[in-house]
């Protein structure tokens, strides 16, 4: 398998939620555009769960300051998908809370 594997997560501010993309130390340079992969990440998310129930959830269910992770998502530098490991957040002791 190639691609490079992105971190993904919701973080939670007092005033907003915020998606979240880690990026690997090693990440290919054919990445030439880092607010593009953000968006092609963002969308390979959202069309895998579902947007609204994620975020209902996590703005009901989280409390300021913490980041709610989502799991990860492998890409190429041209937008194909390598694979993925994505989950709505479960809320119970030791789930998705950092």
Same mark, same amino acid.
Not at 28 to 43: A, I, K, N, Y
Not at 86 to 91: K, M, N, T, V
């Given at each position: 398998? #190639? @691609?490079?594997?992105? @971190?993904?997560? =919701? @973080? +939670?501010?007092?005033?907003?939620?915020? /998606?979240? *993309?880690?990026?690997?130390?090693? +990440?290919?340079?054919? &990445?030439?555009?880092?607010?593009? /992969?953000?968006?092609? *990440?963002?969308?390979?998310? &959202?069309?895998? %769960?579902?947007?609204?129930?994620?975020?209902?959830? =996590? #703005?009901? #269910?989280?409390?300021?300051?913490?980041?709610?992770?989502? @799991?990860?998502?492998?890409?190429?530098?041209?937008?194909? *998908?390598?694979?993925?490991? %994505?989950?709505?957040?479960? /809320?119970?002791?030791?789930?998705?809370?950092?």
């Amino acid at each position: 398998m #190639s @691609g490079d594997t992105f @971190g993904v997560g =919701i @973080g +939670v501010t007092e005033a907003e939620l915020r /998606f979240l *993309v880690r990026v690997p130390s090693d +990440v290919d340079s054919g &990445w030439t555009d880092p607010e593009e /992969f953000q968006r092609l *990440v963002e969308r390979v998310v &959202w069309e895998r %769960l579902d947007k609204e129930a994620v975020l209902r959830r =996590i #703005s009901e #269910s989280t409390p300021a300051g913490e980041t709610v992770r989502l @799991g990860t998502v492998t890409l190429k530098p041209d937008g194909t *998908v390598v694979d993925h490991a %994505l989950s709505p957040p479960r /809320f119970d002791p030791g789930s998705n809370r950092d």
